[in-house]
């Protein structure tokens, strides 16, 4: 790679990185911050929820944006934005101002993370792209899996308030560097679709909004239902316009005939479902069950998390001469067969030694997947459209996510619960085989792209997708 290209990675994978990691560094501090701001179990979960709304929102929102008016312009955007929003978090004096703060910070990494790739994409050669996707996804899987961890660490060492500051610097530095270093690009289209646009947008919200607040609210509360039949027929609506009336779609739906396109988001989906919620309920298992502390927890959680920064790498290289297609499949059976061991050594309170090589087992599948998955999702489509085919599957991720949590951990209260450790065990391992299956499921899904093989085949691929 160029010099170029390396920078571009840097800064890219650094802002990706940031984007990921608030995702869940809120999650261990949330009892410092009850202590400190007040407020009541409800305001907690808002701290939480008002990052992944406008997040998953505004993802397919923020690539159009780039498309038409520019991707390095709308990545500084971002970026300020998102820096923003982390010192006003940091500074909050109530925890309404919190919440605010959280959903600027939630809009600015919105904008800032589907570009992220796309600038990747024009910078680096093809011949390259899979090695640079894999250093790309390995940071980004990493923030995910460790935002615990540092969340716990700040917060027990410092104060909740440097899980916001600690990106003000990062974000001080990396707006010149970024403005030097990265290209400029646009998309095809002139026009921004705004019907399109505010129907994708409004249904995501619907969808998310119920998916989050499911659990805490009850799933048959006015508002989650009215949230996610209300968000689904939006979508319908979004989908049923971009084919039949939209001149100049953020999201043309022949995308999705492509085989690849349509199998990777599928994946994605059910890969970040089975993912987030174990994860989620595994770290608290760590905690409730092992009686560790939050800092301990994700310390205990490393050789899961770890994976993606030392496999990720050697992931994207293989890709680049034999494909994707296997190495994702390959990454997904990995990730299950890990999730259905920690559900049987839980279910038999086994103690951390024998859970440490089957959490590499769960890292290294997540790993196999990041890599190749970002270098198919690309390929498979125009080069003017590559920033909204990655808003498409950033969107669905989150989604997956959202749907995660809310589905494992309704497993989770049906089963079990938090009234004692064999309660908790009682819940977890139906819970994380129910991620499993989610997962495998994925791996079903991407057995369906076709076998493509090089640079030369991943650049047929793109060109292929019909007009």
Avoid at 15 to 36: E, K
Avoid at 286 to 313: D, H, K
Avoid at 332 to 345: E, I, P, S, T
Avoid at 395 to 405: D, F, K, N, Y
Wanted: aromatic share 8%; charged share 10%; proline share 5%.
């Amino acid at each position: 790679m160029n010099r170029q290209a390396v920078w571009t990675l840097v800064v890219v994978s650094t802002a990706s990185f940031m984007a990921g990691l608030d995702n869940l560094v809120v999650t261990t501090a949330l009892p410092a911050i009850r202590a400190d701001l007040g407020g009541a179990l409800a305001d907690l979960e808002w701290t939480v929820s008002a990052y992944t709304l406008t997040f998953a929102v505004l993802l397919m929102f923020g690539a159009a944006l780039g498309d038409r008016f520019g991707r390095r312009r709308l990545f500084l955007g971002g970026l300020t934005v998102f820096t923003l929003g982390s010192a006003a978090a940091a500074l909050a004096p109530s925890m309404g101002t919190l919440i605010a703060a959280r959903a600027v910070q939630g809009a600015g990494a919105a904008v800032m993370m589907p570009l992220t790739l796309t600038l990747l994409t024009v910078a680096v050669p093809a011949a390259r792209r899979g090695m640079a996707f894999g250093i790309w996804s390995g940071v980004s899987g990493l923030a995910v899996a460790t935002g615990p961890l540092i969340g716990g660490s700040l917060t027990e060492h410092f104060s909740w308030q440097w899980i916001f500051w600690v990106n003000v610097p990062v974000g001080l530095l990396l707006l010149p560097l970024a403005r030097t270093v990265l290209g400029e690009s646009r998309g095809e289209n002139p026009r921004l679709d705004l019907p399109g646009t505010a129907l994708v947008s409004a249904g995501l919200f619907g969808v998310v909004l119920g998916l989050v607040r499911g659990n805490p609210d009850g799933w048959t509360d006015p508002l989650v239902l009215t949230a996610l039949i209300g968000g689904t027929l939006l979508l319908a609506a979004f989908v049923g316009y971009e084919i039949r009336y939209a001149k100049r779609p953020m999201l043309p739906m022949r995308l999705f005939r492509n085989r690849t396109f349509s199998a990777v988001n599928a994946a994605s989906l059910l890969m970040f479902l089975g993912m987030f919620g174990s994860i989620f309920l595994i770290s608290q298992y760590f905690q409730g069950v092992n009686g560790y502390t939050a800092e301990q927890a994700g310390v205990r959680m490393l050789p899961w998390t770890a994976m993606p920064l030392l496999v990720s790498p050697l992931a994207g290289i293989f890709t680049d001469r034999i494909g994707g297609r296997p190495i994702v499949v390959a990454g997904l059976v990995l990730q299950a067969l890990g999730l259905v061991g920690m559900a049987l050594l839980a279910e038999n309170s086994a103690g951390y030694g024998a859970q440490v090589p089957v959490l590499m087992v769960c890292g290294t599948g997540m790993a196999l997947y990041f890599a190749p998955t970002a270098n198919l999702v690309m390929a498979s489509v125009r080069p003017t459209e590559q920033g909204i085919a990655s808003g498409a599957n950033n969107a669905m991720r989150e989604v997956g996510g959202a749907l995660g949590v809310a589905v494992l951990s309704a497993v989770f209260s049906a089963q079990g619960g938090y009234d004692s450790v064999d309660a908790f065990t009682d819940g977890l391992v139906p819970a994380v085989l129910v991620g499993a299956l989610a997962i495998g499921a994925g791996a079903v899904a991407v057995a369906f792209v076709p076998r493509r093989r090089g640079t030369r085949d991943r650049v047929a691929a793109a060109e292929s997708v019909p007009a």
